[in-house]
T-cell receptor, first 115, second 110 residues
Framework: DSGVTQTPKHLITATGQRVTLRCSPRSGDLSVYWYQQSLDQGLQFLIQYYNGEERAKGNILERFSAQQFPDLHSELNLSSLELGDSALYFC??????????????FGPGTRLTVL | KNEVEQSPQNLTAQEGEFITINCSYSVGISALHWLQQHPGGGIVSLFMLSSGKKKHGRLIATINIQEKHSSLHITASHPRDSAVYICAVTLQTSGSRLTFGEGTQLTVNP
């Protein structure tokens, strides 16, 4: 158990809908990363938050947004869902966002299926 | 061309065999990570390396910065080692985000 929790574990929804994925980092970790794993693209970085502020952005679609709250949990919002958004979404946490050699601890993932 | 390349893509071994998975990268990195993804989907961090060699139980990871290459070795392999092994790097130009290889599917038969 990495200490990172994600809810829900599975999510099945329809095209055009909006969903929210939630992540709670390990106790004391200030940085949260969101990654997407799809069959055709593999694992890709989406976005990073550090202590409530956006730190880095990757291949995140405009239909997707995220935030990190004062208690450090993070939410990833996916809207106007398309079939191609079906994927495993992981969050990972690390103690800081400024030390580039930090190990990242992964949550169990949320499997999103868009029908 | 991907910044991180792994080989082989698939590997089948018999229980007890010594296994090597390779990772090459084409750009400057700050650190290299080896991750394990189980059939259920969960990802576990095995090693983080910036130089030299690390060992944990039957797993050994090495990195050669000059050659831009890393290897993950598994000694005395066991069916429970069956998983996808993923090499990931933090690029010198991209902060602490991870850039991933495509993974190596390892199957160890009893």
């Amino acid at each position: 158990d990495s200490g990172v929790t994600q809810t829900p574990k599975h999510l099945i929804t329809a095209t055009g809908q909006r969903v929210t994925l939630r992540c709670s980092p390990r106790s004391g970790d200030l940085s949260v990363y969101w990654y997407q794993q799809s069959l055709d693209q593999g694992l890709q970085f989406l976005i990073q938050y550090y202590n409530g502020e956006e730190r880095a952005k990757g291949n995140i679609l405009e239909r997707f947004s995220a935030q990190q709250f004062p208690d450090l949990h993070s939410e990833l919002n996916l809207s106007s869902l398309e079939l191609g958004d079906s994927a495993l979404y992981f969050c990972a946490s690390s103690p800081t966002g400024t030390t580039i050699r930090n190990e990242q601890f992964f949550g169990p993932g949320t499997r999103l299926t868009v029908l | 061309k991907n910044e991180v390349e792994q080989s082989p893509q698939n590997l089948t071994a018999q229980e007890g065999e010594f296994i090597t998975i390779n990772c090459s990268y084409s750009v400057g990195i700050s650190a290299l990570h080896w991750l394990q993804q189980h059939p259920g989907g969960g990802i576990v961090s095995l090693f983080m390396l910036s130089s030299g060699k690390k060992k944990h139980g039957r797993l050994i990871a090495t990195i050669n910065i000059q050659e831009k290459h890393s290897s993950l070795h598994i000694t005395a392999s066991h069916p429970r080692d069956s998983a996808v092994y993923i090499c990931a790097v933090t690029l010198q130009t991209s902060g602490s985000r991870l850039t991933f290889g495509e993974g190596t599917q390892l199957t160890v038969n009893p």
